[in-house]
C-alpha cells in the first residue's frame, strides 16, 4: 500500500525563524518520524535556503521524495544531482491520492487543470494572510497550503492538510474581512 504523504515546503526553511530549535535535527526527527522509506512524499518547494552541506540531509530523509521546484531550490540543485534523491524534479504535476486529482505547484494559482474537480496544491506564500491574494486563496476550498508553517512543521498526508487548512483559514477570516480585496469577493 502507498501512504501519500504531502509536505510541501520545507520547515528546513522555516525553523531558522525559531531559535532555540537545531532545525536539522528537529525537522528530520519529524519527517522521519511519520515517513517511512515505502512512503510517497511530495515536496513543494524551498526544500533549502542558504544552506551549505545539503547532502546529508536529502540521504536522511525517509521516503520516495517528489520535488516540484520553488524559488529557492535553484541555488542548492546546482551542487547535487537531484535524480540521486528524487524520484522526479518538476514545476507542476498532478497526482491521484485516494480518488482525489492534486495540481501540485510551488505557488498558488487561482486556475489550474481540473480546477472544477480537483484540488490546488501550494506552497510558497507561508502563513501570509496581509497579501491581496489572500481573501481570494481564503474562499476556495479546493486550495490548499502545503507549507511547513500551516501544517505544524511536519510532513501531512491529504486529509490533515485539509483540516490543518481549515483551521488555519478560520482563525484568520477576520484578517481575509478587513482586505480591500473582499469587496470583489462575493458572498457564499
Not at 526527527?29 to 526544500?47: M, R
Not at 472544477?116 to 474562499?139: C, F, T
Not at 501531512?156 to 483540516?163: L, N, P, R, S
Request: hydrophobic fraction near 45%.
Amino acid at each position: 500500500m502507498i501512504y501519500d504523504i504531502l509536505y510541501v515546503r520545507s520547515a528546513f526553511r522555516a525553523f531558522q525563524h525559531h531559535p532555540p530549535l537545531q532545525p536539522t535535527e528537529a525537522l528530520l526527527s519529524k519527517w522521519n518520524a511519520k515517513v517511512k522509506a515505502d512512503d510517497t512524499v511530495y515536496i513543494l518547494g524551498d526544500l533549502f535556503f542558504r544552506a551549505a552541506k545539503v547532502e546529508p540531509i536529502l540521504k536522511a530523509l525517509n521516503g520516495r521524495k517528489h520535488l516540484i521546484v520553488g524559488n529557492h531550490d535553484h541555488t542548492w540543485m546546482k551542487r547535487v544531482v537531484a535524480s540521486e534523491y528524487f524520484a522526479s524534479v518538476q514545476t507542476l504535476k498532478e497526482v491521484e491520492v485516494d480518488g482525489r486529482v492534486l495540481t501540485l505547484c510551488h505557488y498558488p494559482m487561482l486556475s489550474y487543470p481540473q480546477a472544477r474537480r480537483g484540488y490546488m496544491v501550494y506552497g510558497h506564500i507561508h502563513n501570509n494572510v496581509r497579501d491581496d491574494y489572500w481573501p481570494l486563496i481564503a474562499r476556495r476550498s479546493r486550495m490548499l497550503n502545503a507549507g511547513a508553517d500551516v501544517n505544524n512543521f511536519e510532513p501531512v498526508t491529504f486529509d490533515e492538510m485539509v483540516a490543518n487548512n481549515r483551521a488555519f483559514i478560520a482563525s484568520h477570516a477576520d484578517v481575509a474581512k478587513q482586505n480591500p480585496l473582499m469587496m470583489f469577493c462575493l458572498e457564499a
